[in-house]
């Protein structure tokens, strides 16, 4: 089992909240241990054909950006990442891109992530 378990933009602590299977970056969560997932894509070789399946509670928001900044999306044959709507934080659209939960409506945000990402890009939603 590889720990810590909080993928993040950076080594260090971020407070998150466990429940059951899932778990997300949360203010009023407890502190755990992070790491940075640009430095961690670095630290593979060369030679191999990274995948990333992203499922990640909201933090695709914030990783994105990062991995972008940082080139390490440089450094992905493709991104499977599972959006979640950036209010409530669930993880299923309607045919329009609207939250099936709470009904924001986020195609901008996501599709502008999506088009600055240097690598191939699917996306699924629950």
Not at 17 to 25: M, P, Q, V
Not at 53 to 65: F, G, I, M, R, S
């Amino acid at each position: 089992i590889i720990k810590p378990w909080v993928a993040w933009t950076e080594d260090g602590t971020v407070r998150f909240t466990k429940d059951g299977l899932r778990g997300a970056i949360d203010r009023k969560g407890q502190r755990e241990v992070s790491f940075d997932l640009s430095s961690f894509i670095f630290s593979l070789p060369e030679s191999e054909e990274i995948v990333l399946k992203l499922d990640v509670e909201q933090a695709e928001y914030t990783l994105l950006p990062h991995l972008r900044d940082t080139d390490a999306d440089l450094r992905l044959k493709l991104i499977w990442c599972e959006w979640h709507d950036p209010k409530c934080g669930t993880g299923w659209f309607t045919a329009d891109d609207r939250c099936g939960r709470c009904g924001n409506h986020q195609p901008g945000l996501r599709s502008d992530l999506e088009a600055s990402m240097r690598c191939e890009m699917h996306q699924w939603n629950l």
